[in-house]
Every structure is written in C-alpha cells, then in structure tokens.
C-alpha cells in the first residue's frame, strides 16, 4: 500500500477526494484544518495608499522570532514554494500531498513571498532547500525525507498524537 501510493505521488497522480473551499481571514487561508500565509507583492507603480502591508514586518516581530513562534505554536509546520494548495514546485507538492495522507492540521507559508523569511527559515534550521517540515517543534527535512518515513511507517508514528481537523457539526 505504502509502495504505491508513494508511486503515485511521485507519478503526481492523485486518487484523493478534492479539497473544499478556501476561506480568506486576516490574510490568512484556512481550510480543512490547515493554515497558511498570503500576502500580495507591491507593486511600485501603485500608490502608497493601496498598497499591501507586510504583516510580518508591521507585527514588529523579528523574522527569527516569526519561524520560531510559526514552529512552536504549529504541530506540522511547513514552509513552501507556494501554498498547500498551490505548490510552486514538485517537491513543495510531494511533501503537501505525502503529509495530506494523514488528515493533520496543516501550517504553510510561502517562502517566494518574502526573500528575508526565505533566509530566516534557512538560519532557523541550518539547512539550505526547501521545502522545510517541522513537526511538533522539531525540524525533520523536506520532500525527500518525508517521503521516505511516510514508506518505512516512521512518519505514521510520528504524526499519531497530532490531532486532525474537527468537522464542525450543525
């Protein structure tokens, strides 16, 4: 079971049920559980009174201290190209799609957003590609080794305790 379905993520062949809606809050996405950062560049020929903020830079919060809080306060923490979503790249999309398979919240930013988050999440972890997965506090790697613990079940163990999504009932 393992073995093929890691097949079909490599192959990009996804036989999972589609996501639902998105829901835009604050500048943040949150779906099934999952939440994930977006901002929109600026643009220099716009004028000042509409451009977009940079809510990390007006959080007066340094960018360290931003991927640290991001890590503590997330069970499954990653930083992408892209969001979950939309991935920017195959590997950013193998890692969402291999962590998918587990129905666990879910927290993404996008490092093409801000090239100075790109080089704090670097400092943070002391590695130099992404994407990057923290889970429960502790830096585990990318795409690869992701890849490779959800094959041999030492990704299963790792995740049992993270609880998933609650379904809202009405």
Known sequence: MARSLSNALLKGI???PSARFSTMVSGSIFQNGMRYSTTVPNDPDTHDDFKSTNKLESSGLALQDIVEQDVKDNPVMIYMKGVPDVPRCGFSSLAVRVLKEYNVPLSARNILED??????VK???????FPQIF???????????????????ELKEKLKDVSAPQEKSE
Do not use: C, R
């Open 14 to 16: 996804s036989s999972f």
């Open 115 to 120: 090239p100075e988050l790109k080089i704090a």
């Open 123 to 129: 400092k943070f972890s002391h590695w130099p590609t």
């Open 135 to 153: 889970i429960k506090g502790e830096f585990i790697g990318g795409s690869d080794i992701i890849l490779n613990m959800h094959q041999t079940g």
